[in-house]
């Protein structure tokens, strides 16, 4: 767009710049996605016929680099998108297993394939804080074989026989263990039925 000494001024218009002169020389090119045009790059000289047809097609070589630039910014846009969702969803299924292990009345723990507690319901928790000493080696990072092994007393030999059941269970040789312990408390004796299943993700066996 060319504007010669002398052209009247347009009318409705915005200056921008400096406001006391007109733009003598114009140039736009489309920021082009593929046939959808982004938007539009736009320079402007006060000096007449300061642009030719190079200059156009530096100007839209400039403006198809920024409508790569524009693109990538949009996938990572997305792909953040996607990964936030994707979070979201994974912590919806967290709090809903959790809700859902809290809200059975068994004491339910979860172990790795070592053999340490990763995750236990709210009946757990309650048992093992009603019951002390037990809350310190009862609850997640714990080594639950480990402590089976060093029990000590009159419930030591069944501690350990529990132990090589679940060993059992997380190597595939049977598909459940089952056994009845003693676990009295200072007022009366308590017996208990312990059930070991286990269940495989992947690699990840529990």
């Keep these: ?40 790059l736009s320079i402007q000289s006060y000096r007449p016929k300061a642009y030719d047809a190079a200059c156009l097609d530096t100007l839209q070589a400039l403006a ?20 936030q969702r994707a979070e979201e969803a994974l ?37 093992a804080q009603n019951n002390p000493p037990a809350p310190a080696h009862a609850f997640e990072g714990a080594n639950y074989l480990r402590i089976c092994d060093r029990a000590t007393g009159a419930s030591a030999e069944g501690a350990r026989e529990f132990a090589e059941g679940i060993r059992a269970v997380l190597r595939g040789e049977c598909e459940e263990f089952q056994a009845e312990y ?13 059930r070991v299943t286990r269940f495989q993700r992947g690699e990840a066996v529990r």
């Design 91 to 127: 912590r919806s299924s967290v709090q809903f297993v959790r809700a859902t292990l809290d809200a059975l009345s068994a004491h339910v723990c979860v172990l790795d394939e070592r053999g340490v507690v990763i995750a236990v319901n709210r009946a757990w928790r309650q048992f």
């Design 64 to 83: 198809d680099f920024c409508a790569g630039a524009l693109q990538r910014i949009h996938a990572q846009e997305l792909l953040i998108g996607e990964r």
């Design 182 to 194: 003693a676990c009295p408390s200072p007022a009366e004796p308590r017996w208990f039925l312990g």
């Design 1 to 40: 767009v060319l504007r010669e000494p002398g052209d009247p001024e347009p009318r409705d218009t915005t200056r921008f710049g400096d406001t006391q002169r007109l733009s003598a020389s114009l140039m736009l090119v489309p920021i082009r996605e593929a046939q959808e045009v982004l938007g539009v």
